[in-house]
């Protein structure tokens, strides 16, 4: 089992930067493939925001977030977090830090929640304009 927690959410002004933290800890945590990020706002299915897998580094992100948002992970520390710069209303949303300790012969299935068994609570970020 691997425990997932997220945290650095809350109310930013557009154009500002935030950076959310995920903690992962666990028997299995070290047999972790892949952090991905997810967000879902009001009236809506969550959504694929970023991913980062952990054999490479390679990293992918929704095409409404690239450019602006960073995804990173500290292998040692059992750490990932998300950079978000220049966030924009439409940004706002509960925001999900998932771990997969499955592995894929190709990495998409890292850019879908079904590649993740283990989730965290979810953190909430608020964008102002």
């Known amino acids: 089992q691997v425990r997932v927690v997220e945290s650095g959410g809350g109310l930013v002004q557009a154009g500002d930067s935030l950076r959310l933290s995920c903690a992962a800890s666990?028997?299995?945590?070290?047999?972790?493939?892949?952090l991905g990020w997810f967000r879902q706002a009001p009236g809506k299915e969550r959504e694929f925001v970023a991913a980062?897998?952990?054999?490479?580094?390679?990293?992918n992100y929704a095409d409404s977030v690239k450019g602006r948002f960073t995804v990173s992970r500290d292998n040692a520390r059992n750490t990932g977090s998300l950079l978000m710069n220049s966030p924009k209303p439409e940004d706002t949303a509960r925001y999900y830090c998932?771990?997969?300790?499955?592995?894929?012969?190709?990495?998409?299935?890292?850019?879908?929640?079904?590649?993740?068994?283990?989730w965290g609570q979810g953190t909430q970020v608020t964008v102002s304009s």
């Open positions: 998932a771990v997969s300790t499955l592995t894929y012969k190709i990495p998409n299935y890292y850019y879908t929640a079904r590649g993740y068994e283990y």
């Open positions: 980062i897998v952990l054999s490479d580094s390679s990293t």
């Open positions: 666990g028997r299995t945590v070290s047999s972790s493939r892949a």
